[in-house]
T-cell receptor, first 111, second 111 residues
Framework: DAGVIQSPRHEVTEMGQEVTLRCKPISGHDYLFWYRQTMMRGLELLIYFNNNVPIDDSGMPEDRFSAKMPNASFSTLKIQPSEPRDSAVYFC?????????FGQGTRLTVV | DQQVKQNSPSLSVQEGRISILNCDYTNSMFDYFLWYKKYPAEGPTFLISISSIKDKNEDGRFTVFLNKSAKHLSLHIVPSQPGDSAVYFCPHSGGYQKVTFGTGTKLQVIP
């Protein structure tokens, strides 16, 4: 398996624009997580899914953030409208048991 | 909610010596404790775990100790190598519903 695949690797966008981050989990994994990494807060869990169903979205910072998982092989994290303070690295991870496997991350810069 | 704290943001160790990374937690209702390692510009990778029913787990140069009475978790790396220089996280996993990270401990192994 190629591991968790995230796209794009880098995204630069202007404030106010919509941003969509994509994730393909490892086949067979039934958990999917979205994390955000910042200098001040480290790795924060934003939302996670189990069998494509959102279980806990309490980490989503604002209503501007939304996540979907339409099927077992794809998930998106959308920010609309984006703001400069959303600039961070966003990681997607998938898991079947205790161990989670992370993607390479998407570095988002909002100018 | 479960709280895990890594009180040392950074650690410097000479190559060949022992590195000891520590975590404290506040809730005893864990199934597993995990350690992840993260290099810059990469996603975290799983390193080693320990079940809450054990007090030690060893994998090569890496040993994790769990002191349930003190609610303390530690990772020992012996001998430390320059390639071990990374940020280490000790998120918690409670029955695998939710894995929450923090800011981690940055380890620097000096050649």
């Amino acid at each position: 398996d190629a591991g968790v695949i995230q796209s794009p690797r880098h995204e630069v966008t202007e404030m106010g624009q919509e941003v969509t981050l994509r994730c393909k989990p490892i086949s067979g994994h039934d958990y999917l997580f979205w994390y955000r990494q910042t200098m001040m807060r480290g790795l924060e869990l934003l939302i996670y899914f189990n069998n494509n169903v959102p279980i806990d979205d309490s980490g989503m910072p604002e209503d501007r953030f939304s996540a979907k998982m339409p099927n077992a092989s794809f998930s998106t994290l959308k920010i609309q409208p984006s703001e400069p303070r959303d600039s961070a690295v966003y990681f997607c991870a998938s898991a079947m048991n205790t161990e989670a496997f992370f993607g390479q991350g998407t570095r988002l810069t909002v100018v | 909610d479960q709280q895990v704290k890594q009180n040392s943001p950074s650690l410097s160790v000479q190559e060949g010596r022992i590195s000891i990374l520590n975590c404290d937690y506040t809730n005893s209702m864990f199934d597993y404790f995990l350690w992840y390692k993260k290099y810059p510009a990469e996603g975290p990778t799983f390193l080693i775990s320990i079940s809450s029913i054990k007090d030690k787990n060893e994998d090569g140069r890496f040993t994790v100790f769990l002191n349930k009475s003190a609610k303390h978790l530690s990772l020992h790396i012996v001998p430390s190598q320059p390639g071990d220089s990374a940020v280490y996280f000790c998120p918690h996993s409670g029955g695998y519903q939710k894995v929450t990270f923090g800011t981690g401990t940055k380890l620097q192994v000096i050649p």
